[in-house]
Protein backbone atom coordinates (compact mmCIF):
# COMPACT_ATOMS: atom_id res chain seq x y z
CA UNK A 1 0.00 0.00 0.00
CA UNK A 2 1.02 3.69 -0.55
CA UNK A 3 2.29 5.34 2.82
CA UNK A 4 0.19 8.37 1.36
CA UNK A 5 -2.99 6.42 0.50
CA UNK A 6 -4.93 7.75 3.66
CA UNK A 7 -4.68 11.47 2.48
CA UNK A 8 -7.12 13.37 1.42
CA UNK A 9 -7.32 12.88 -2.54
CA UNK A 10 -6.89 16.20 -3.13
CA UNK A 11 -3.68 16.98 -1.08
CA UNK A 12 -0.54 15.98 -2.92
CA UNK A 13 1.34 13.54 -2.34
CA UNK A 14 4.23 14.54 0.23
CA UNK A 15 5.39 12.02 2.17
CA UNK A 16 6.47 10.21 -1.48
CA UNK A 17 8.94 13.73 -1.94
CA UNK A 18 12.34 13.26 -2.66
CA UNK A 19 14.40 14.21 -0.23
CA UNK A 20 16.39 15.90 -3.35
CA UNK A 21 13.45 18.05 -4.25
CA UNK A 22 13.69 21.49 -4.26
CA UNK A 23 11.89 23.21 -1.28
CA UNK A 24 8.86 25.53 -2.39
CA UNK A 25 9.08 29.17 -2.43
CA UNK A 26 8.10 31.07 0.70
CA UNK A 27 4.73 32.56 0.09
CA UNK A 28 3.22 34.02 3.12
CA UNK A 29 -0.19 34.08 1.70
CA UNK A 30 0.42 30.38 0.63
CA UNK A 31 1.13 29.49 4.16
CA UNK A 32 -1.55 31.45 5.88
CA UNK A 33 -4.04 29.46 3.34
CA UNK A 34 -3.14 26.19 4.71
CA UNK A 35 -4.32 27.52 8.19
CA UNK A 36 -8.02 27.94 8.36
CA UNK A 37 -8.58 29.18 12.09
CA UNK A 38 -6.19 32.13 10.59
CA UNK A 39 -8.97 33.80 8.65
CA UNK A 40 -11.71 34.05 11.88
CA UNK A 41 -12.04 36.86 13.93
CA UNK A 42 -11.43 37.45 18.05
CA UNK A 43 -13.54 40.96 19.18
CA UNK A 44 -14.57 41.71 15.97
CA UNK A 45 -11.26 42.26 14.93
CA UNK A 46 -9.03 39.77 12.75
CA UNK A 47 -7.47 36.83 14.59
CA UNK A 48 -3.59 37.92 15.31
CA UNK A 49 -2.79 34.35 16.93
CA UNK A 50 0.71 34.93 18.94
CA UNK A 51 0.85 31.89 20.62
CA UNK A 52 2.27 29.32 18.67
CA UNK A 53 5.22 28.53 21.45
CA UNK A 54 2.31 27.44 23.77
CA UNK A 55 0.69 25.21 21.00
CA UNK A 56 0.60 25.87 16.88
CA UNK A 57 -2.68 26.41 14.78
CA UNK A 58 -3.13 23.17 12.65
CA UNK A 59 -2.36 23.01 8.53
CA UNK A 60 -5.20 21.93 6.71
CA UNK A 61 -2.85 18.83 5.20
CA UNK A 62 -2.89 17.28 9.15
CA UNK A 63 -6.51 17.84 9.10
CA UNK A 64 -7.74 16.25 5.94
CA UNK A 65 -5.49 13.54 7.16
CA UNK A 66 -6.95 13.19 10.31
CA UNK A 67 -10.61 13.39 8.36
CA UNK A 68 -9.57 11.00 5.36
CA UNK A 69 -8.67 8.05 8.20
CA UNK A 70 -11.72 8.46 10.26
CA UNK A 71 -13.82 8.28 7.46
CA UNK A 72 -12.59 6.04 4.85
CA UNK A 73 -9.99 3.83 6.62
CA UNK A 74 -9.66 3.28 10.45
CA UNK A 75 -8.65 0.58 12.11
CA UNK A 76 -6.23 -0.50 15.68
CA UNK A 77 -3.11 -0.91 14.31
CA UNK A 78 0.00 -3.59 13.83
CA UNK A 79 -2.13 -6.72 15.68
CA UNK A 80 -4.78 -6.83 13.00
CA UNK A 81 -5.41 -9.02 9.69
CA UNK A 82 -7.99 -7.41 7.58
CA UNK A 83 -7.37 -5.00 5.02
CA UNK A 84 -8.23 -1.42 7.32
CA UNK A 85 -5.70 -3.10 9.61
CA UNK A 86 -3.14 -3.06 7.37
CA UNK A 87 -3.67 0.37 5.67
CA UNK A 88 -4.14 2.10 8.83
CA UNK A 89 -1.10 0.50 10.14
CA UNK A 90 0.77 1.46 7.17
CA UNK A 91 -0.29 5.32 7.27
CA UNK A 92 1.03 4.88 11.37
CA UNK A 93 4.31 3.59 10.72
CA UNK A 94 4.60 6.09 7.43
CA UNK A 95 4.07 9.22 9.94
CA UNK A 96 7.05 7.64 12.00
CA UNK A 97 9.06 7.60 9.19
CA UNK A 98 8.13 11.22 8.49
CA UNK A 99 9.24 12.02 11.94
CA UNK A 100 12.28 10.25 11.45
CA UNK A 101 12.60 11.74 8.07
CA UNK A 102 12.25 15.45 9.73
CA UNK A 103 14.97 15.46 12.70
CA UNK A 104 17.58 13.02 10.22
CA UNK A 105 17.79 9.95 12.50
CA UNK A 106 19.45 7.07 11.37
CA UNK A 107 16.21 4.89 11.41
CA UNK A 108 12.83 4.89 12.20
CA UNK A 109 13.10 2.09 15.25
CA UNK A 110 14.66 5.14 16.93
CA UNK A 111 11.73 6.75 17.00
CA UNK A 112 9.19 6.25 19.60
CA UNK A 113 5.65 7.95 19.99
CA UNK A 114 4.88 9.19 23.29
CA UNK A 115 1.70 11.45 24.03
CA UNK A 116 3.71 14.61 24.23
CA UNK A 117 6.98 15.39 24.71
CA UNK A 118 6.72 15.57 28.68
CA UNK A 119 5.78 11.92 28.44
CA UNK A 120 8.79 11.39 26.52
CA UNK A 121 10.43 12.66 29.20
CA UNK A 122 8.82 10.97 31.84
CA UNK A 123 9.54 7.96 29.98
CA UNK A 124 13.24 8.54 30.45
CA UNK A 125 13.25 9.52 33.72
CA UNK A 126 11.06 6.84 35.05
CA UNK A 127 12.98 4.14 33.44
CA UNK A 128 16.52 5.49 33.99
CA UNK A 129 15.36 6.05 38.00
CA UNK A 130 15.59 2.16 37.92
CA UNK A 131 19.08 2.37 37.54
CA UNK A 132 19.98 5.55 39.53
CA UNK A 133 21.82 5.09 43.26
CA UNK A 134 21.09 7.91 46.40
CA UNK A 135 23.84 10.27 45.74
CA UNK A 136 24.07 10.53 41.50
CA UNK A 137 23.72 14.06 40.18
CA UNK A 138 21.21 14.77 37.42
CA UNK A 139 21.82 18.43 36.15
CA UNK A 140 19.12 20.32 34.07
CA UNK A 141 19.27 24.90 34.23
CA UNK A 142 17.15 27.25 35.62
CA UNK A 143 15.46 27.85 32.35
CA UNK A 144 13.84 24.74 31.91
CA UNK A 145 9.86 24.38 31.40
CA UNK A 146 8.19 22.20 34.56
CA UNK A 147 8.04 19.01 31.81
CA UNK A 148 12.43 19.19 32.24
CA UNK A 149 12.14 19.62 35.86
CA UNK A 150 9.33 17.62 37.51
CA UNK A 151 9.99 14.22 36.14
CA UNK A 152 13.48 14.72 37.96
CA UNK A 153 12.43 16.00 41.21
CA UNK A 154 10.57 12.83 41.26
CA UNK A 155 13.79 10.99 41.79
CA UNK A 156 15.37 13.25 43.89
CA UNK A 157 11.80 12.43 46.26
CA UNK A 158 12.12 8.46 45.56
CA UNK A 159 15.25 7.93 44.93
CA UNK A 160 17.71 10.17 46.55
CA UNK A 161 19.56 11.50 43.26
CA UNK A 162 20.70 15.19 43.62
CA UNK A 163 19.15 17.72 40.80
CA UNK A 164 21.71 20.79 39.85
CA UNK A 165 20.94 23.78 38.42
CA UNK A 166 23.07 25.23 35.66
CA UNK A 167 22.67 29.04 35.73
CA UNK A 168 21.40 31.84 33.70
CA UNK A 169 23.25 35.25 32.38
CA UNK A 170 20.63 38.21 32.55
CA UNK A 171 20.47 37.89 28.87
CA UNK A 172 18.29 34.57 29.10
CA UNK A 173 20.78 32.05 27.67
CA UNK A 174 22.39 29.21 30.27
CA UNK A 175 25.56 30.16 31.63
CA UNK A 176 27.89 26.99 29.85
CA UNK A 177 30.76 28.39 31.50
CA UNK A 178 29.89 28.06 35.16
CA UNK A 179 27.15 25.12 34.24
CA UNK A 180 29.55 22.80 32.48
CA UNK A 181 32.02 22.80 35.69
CA UNK A 182 29.06 21.24 37.50
CA UNK A 183 29.45 18.21 35.29
CA UNK A 184 31.53 15.24 37.32
CA UNK A 185 32.23 11.70 38.11
CA UNK A 186 28.13 11.93 40.17
CA UNK A 187 26.21 13.22 37.21
CA UNK A 188 24.31 10.98 35.24
CA UNK A 189 22.14 12.85 33.14
CA UNK A 190 21.93 16.20 31.84
CA UNK A 191 18.79 17.73 30.65
CA UNK A 192 18.84 20.73 29.09
CA UNK A 193 16.41 22.85 26.33
CA UNK A 194 17.53 23.01 23.42
CA UNK A 195 15.85 26.73 22.81
CA UNK A 196 14.01 28.36 25.62
CA UNK A 197 10.30 28.79 25.53
CA UNK A 198 10.46 31.76 27.39
CA UNK A 199 13.71 33.62 26.72
CA UNK A 200 14.50 31.72 23.00
CA UNK A 201 17.48 31.55 23.52
CA UNK A 202 19.23 28.52 21.51
CA UNK A 203 21.66 26.42 23.46
CA UNK A 204 24.51 24.85 22.02
CA UNK A 205 24.72 21.89 22.96
CA UNK A 206 28.24 20.65 21.79
CA UNK A 207 30.29 21.29 24.61
CA UNK A 208 27.57 19.88 27.11
CA UNK A 209 26.88 16.60 25.56
CA UNK A 210 30.96 16.05 24.87
CA UNK A 211 31.73 17.14 28.50
CA UNK A 212 29.06 14.60 29.87
CA UNK A 213 30.38 11.91 27.67
CA UNK A 214 33.67 12.14 29.39
CA UNK A 215 32.06 11.03 32.90
CA UNK A 216 29.30 8.47 30.76
CA UNK A 217 26.14 10.89 31.34
CA UNK A 218 23.49 10.50 28.97
CA UNK A 219 22.46 14.02 27.56
CA UNK A 220 18.60 14.55 26.94
CA UNK A 221 17.79 17.72 24.95
CA UNK A 222 14.15 19.30 24.99
CA UNK A 223 13.09 20.18 21.73
CA UNK A 224 9.79 21.32 21.55
CA UNK A 225 10.84 25.01 20.16
CA UNK A 226 14.18 24.29 18.65
CA UNK A 227 12.42 22.11 16.12
CA UNK A 228 10.16 24.75 14.92
CA UNK A 229 12.16 27.06 14.03
CA UNK A 230 16.12 24.89 13.52
CA UNK A 231 16.78 22.76 11.28
CA UNK A 232 17.80 19.73 13.56
CA UNK A 233 19.77 16.70 12.67
CA UNK A 234 20.28 14.45 15.84
CA UNK A 235 22.89 12.67 14.57
CA UNK A 236 24.90 15.64 14.21
CA UNK A 237 24.02 17.01 18.00
CA UNK A 238 24.98 14.05 19.16
CA UNK A 239 23.09 13.33 22.18
CA UNK A 240 20.99 10.30 23.67
CA UNK A 241 17.70 11.84 23.82
CA UNK A 242 16.05 14.30 21.94
CA UNK A 243 11.93 14.87 22.99
CA UNK A 244 9.23 17.05 20.95
CA UNK A 245 5.83 17.62 20.16
CA UNK A 246 3.38 17.61 17.63
CA UNK A 247 0.50 19.75 18.80
CA UNK A 248 3.78 23.24 18.26
CA UNK A 249 4.89 21.52 14.34
CA UNK A 250 1.68 22.11 13.35
CA UNK A 251 0.14 19.01 14.07
CA UNK A 252 -2.36 17.68 16.45
CA UNK A 253 -2.30 17.18 20.19
CA UNK A 254 -1.79 13.52 22.29
CA UNK A 255 1.25 12.85 20.03
CA UNK A 256 5.07 13.73 20.28
CA UNK A 257 8.72 11.48 19.87
CA UNK A 258 11.47 10.25 21.62
CA UNK A 259 14.63 9.83 19.56
CA UNK A 260 16.78 8.12 21.34
CA UNK A 261 20.44 6.36 20.07
CA UNK A 262 19.77 2.76 19.65
CA UNK A 263 21.92 2.02 22.65
CA UNK A 264 20.74 4.45 24.75
CA UNK A 265 16.93 2.92 23.89
CA UNK A 266 18.15 -0.66 24.49
CA UNK A 267 19.21 -0.02 28.36
CA UNK A 268 15.89 1.54 29.20
CA UNK A 269 13.35 -0.36 30.75
CA UNK A 270 9.70 -0.19 29.65
CA UNK A 271 8.21 2.50 31.04
CA UNK A 272 4.37 1.11 30.95
CA UNK A 273 3.19 -2.49 30.38
CA UNK A 274 0.13 -3.70 28.23
CA UNK A 275 -0.56 -4.41 24.49
CA UNK A 276 2.00 -4.33 21.75
CA UNK A 277 4.88 -3.70 23.88
CA UNK A 278 5.79 -7.44 24.72
CA UNK A 279 7.53 -10.29 23.43
CA UNK A 280 6.01 -13.07 25.08
CA UNK A 281 3.91 -13.53 28.14
CA UNK A 282 3.62 -16.44 30.28
CA UNK A 283 2.53 -17.05 33.90
CA UNK A 284 6.08 -17.15 35.62
CA UNK A 285 7.67 -15.05 33.04
CA UNK A 286 7.76 -12.40 30.08
CA UNK A 287 10.04 -10.80 27.48
CA UNK A 288 9.80 -7.13 26.10
CA UNK A 289 9.66 -6.08 22.22
CA UNK A 290 12.25 -4.31 20.64
CA UNK A 291 12.55 -0.16 20.75
CA UNK A 292 10.27 1.50 19.81
CA UNK A 293 7.52 -0.51 20.43
CA UNK A 294 8.59 -1.59 23.83
CA UNK A 295 7.71 1.52 24.96
CA UNK A 296 4.20 2.45 22.99
CA UNK A 297 2.01 0.22 25.24
CA UNK A 298 -1.75 -0.02 24.24
CA UNK A 299 -3.83 1.42 21.27
CA UNK A 300 -1.36 4.26 20.59
CA UNK A 301 -2.72 8.03 19.32
CA UNK A 302 -3.05 6.40 15.79
CA UNK A 303 -5.32 9.49 14.41
CA UNK A 304 -2.60 12.36 15.80
CA UNK A 305 0.54 10.57 14.25
CA UNK A 306 -1.24 10.31 10.95
CA UNK A 307 -2.30 13.86 11.04
CA UNK A 308 1.58 14.92 12.22
CA UNK A 309 3.05 12.96 9.63
CA UNK A 310 1.00 14.65 6.65
CA UNK A 311 2.21 18.06 8.54
CA UNK A 312 6.20 17.48 8.87
CA UNK A 313 5.50 15.78 5.50
CA UNK A 314 4.26 19.86 4.10
CA UNK A 315 6.74 21.61 6.59
CA UNK A 316 9.45 19.80 5.13
CA UNK A 317 8.28 20.56 1.77
CA UNK A 318 8.70 24.74 2.43
CA UNK A 319 11.99 26.69 2.37
CA UNK A 320 12.74 25.94 6.32
CA UNK A 321 15.25 29.25 5.64
CA UNK A 322 13.20 31.58 4.47
CA UNK A 323 11.10 30.83 7.27
CA UNK A 324 13.85 31.26 9.50
CA UNK A 325 14.59 34.41 8.01
CA UNK A 326 10.63 35.72 8.05
CA UNK A 327 10.06 34.86 11.71
CA UNK A 328 13.66 36.46 12.70
CA UNK A 329 11.86 39.72 10.61
CA UNK A 330 9.26 39.63 12.72
CA UNK A 331 10.65 39.43 16.20
CA UNK A 332 13.21 41.94 15.15
CA UNK A 333 9.97 44.60 13.72
CA UNK A 334 8.57 44.01 17.25
CA UNK A 335 11.47 45.30 19.00
CA UNK A 336 12.20 48.14 16.53
CA UNK A 337 8.38 49.10 17.33
CA UNK A 338 8.51 48.81 21.17
CA UNK A 339 12.38 50.47 21.57
CA UNK A 340 10.90 53.63 22.59
CA UNK A 341 8.78 52.12 25.60
CA UNK A 342 11.01 52.53 28.43
CA UNK A 343 7.92 50.70 30.58
CA UNK A 344 8.84 47.58 28.25
CA UNK A 345 11.06 45.01 29.49
CA UNK A 346 12.05 41.82 27.59
CA UNK A 347 13.21 38.77 29.17
CA UNK A 348 15.75 37.43 26.88
CA UNK A 349 17.97 39.43 24.40
CA UNK A 350 20.55 36.91 23.07
CA UNK A 351 21.49 37.32 19.60
CA UNK A 352 20.03 34.80 16.78
CA UNK A 353 17.56 33.73 19.72
CA UNK A 354 14.18 32.39 18.05
CA UNK A 355 11.02 34.43 17.79
CA UNK A 356 9.71 34.34 20.96
CA UNK A 357 9.06 37.58 22.55
CA UNK A 358 8.67 37.66 26.26
CA UNK A 359 8.15 40.83 28.57
CA UNK A 360 7.08 42.44 31.38
CA UNK A 361 5.43 46.00 31.39
CA UNK A 362 5.96 47.85 34.60
CA UNK A 363 2.86 48.60 36.61
CA UNK A 364 0.84 46.01 35.04
CA UNK A 365 0.28 41.72 35.73
CA UNK A 366 1.06 40.20 32.86
CA UNK A 367 -2.83 38.48 32.92
CA UNK A 368 -3.99 42.24 32.49
CA UNK A 369 -2.12 42.60 29.83
CA UNK A 370 -3.03 39.42 27.82
CA UNK A 371 -6.63 40.71 28.31
CA UNK A 372 -6.46 43.93 27.16
CA UNK A 373 -4.55 42.52 23.97
CA UNK A 374 -7.33 40.23 23.44
CA UNK A 375 -9.65 43.08 23.20
CA UNK A 376 -7.69 44.16 19.68
CA UNK A 377 -7.69 40.56 18.53
CA UNK A 378 -4.19 39.83 19.92
CA UNK A 379 -3.71 36.50 21.43
CA UNK A 380 -0.57 35.95 23.64
CA UNK A 381 0.87 34.06 26.75
CA UNK A 382 0.21 35.27 30.44
CA UNK A 383 2.05 33.44 33.45
CA UNK A 384 4.75 31.83 34.38
CA UNK A 385 5.22 29.77 31.10
CA UNK A 386 5.96 26.47 33.14
CA UNK A 387 9.13 27.93 34.03
CA UNK A 388 8.52 29.60 37.62
CA UNK A 389 12.89 28.69 38.31
CA UNK A 390 13.27 30.91 35.85
CA UNK A 391 11.02 33.86 36.44
CA UNK A 392 12.00 33.44 39.78
CA UNK A 393 15.35 34.44 38.05
CA UNK A 394 14.22 37.69 36.61
CA UNK A 395 12.95 38.78 39.44
CA UNK A 396 9.24 38.40 38.78
CA UNK A 397 6.23 36.45 39.14
CA UNK A 398 5.12 36.47 35.29
CA UNK A 399 5.46 37.59 32.12
CA UNK A 400 3.48 37.95 28.44
CA UNK A 401 4.80 36.06 25.55
CA UNK A 402 4.34 36.53 21.93
CA UNK A 403 5.50 33.54 19.87
CA UNK A 404 5.80 34.52 16.38
CA UNK A 405 5.85 31.30 13.40
CA UNK A 406 5.99 30.55 9.91
CA UNK A 407 1.99 31.96 9.26
CA UNK A 408 2.50 35.62 10.93
CA UNK A 409 2.79 38.85 8.79
CA UNK A 410 4.72 42.14 9.69
CA UNK A 411 1.41 43.82 10.18
CA UNK A 412 0.64 41.22 12.52
CA UNK A 413 3.58 42.36 14.21
CA UNK A 414 2.69 45.97 13.64
CA UNK A 415 -1.00 45.33 15.23
CA UNK A 416 0.90 43.44 18.13
CA UNK A 417 2.90 46.56 19.13
CA UNK A 418 -0.14 49.44 18.70
CA UNK A 419 -2.06 47.06 20.72
CA UNK A 420 0.50 46.69 23.85
CA UNK A 421 1.15 50.28 23.66
CA UNK A 422 -2.72 50.83 23.45
CA UNK A 423 -3.13 48.43 26.62
CA UNK A 424 -0.40 50.05 28.62
CA UNK A 425 -2.23 53.66 28.43
CA UNK A 426 -4.68 52.01 30.85
CA UNK A 427 -1.74 51.32 33.87
CA UNK A 428 -0.20 54.66 32.78
Request: a negative charge; glycine letters at 8%; one cysteine or more.
Amino acid sequence: MNPTALRHPEEPALAGVSKDALPRPFDIAAIRAQFPILSRQVNGRPLVYLDSAASSQKVQPCIDAMVHSMTHSYSNVHRGLHTLANETTEAYEAARESVTRFVNAPSSRQIVFTKGATEAINLVAASLGLQLQPGDEILVSELEHHANIIPWHFLRERKGVVLRFMPVRDDGSIDLEAGLKLIGPKTKVVALSHMSNVTGAVLDPAPVIAAARTVGALTLLDGCQAVVHLPVDVQALGCDFYVFSGHKLFGPTGIGALYGREDALAQLAPYQGGGEMIGSVAMDAISYADPPHRFEAGTPPILEAVGWGAALDWLMAQDRGAIAAHEHALYARSVERLSGCNWLRILGTTPDKGAILSFEVEGAHAHDVAQLLDRYGVAVRAGTHCAEPLMRRFGVTSSARASFALYNTLEEADAFADALIKARSFFA
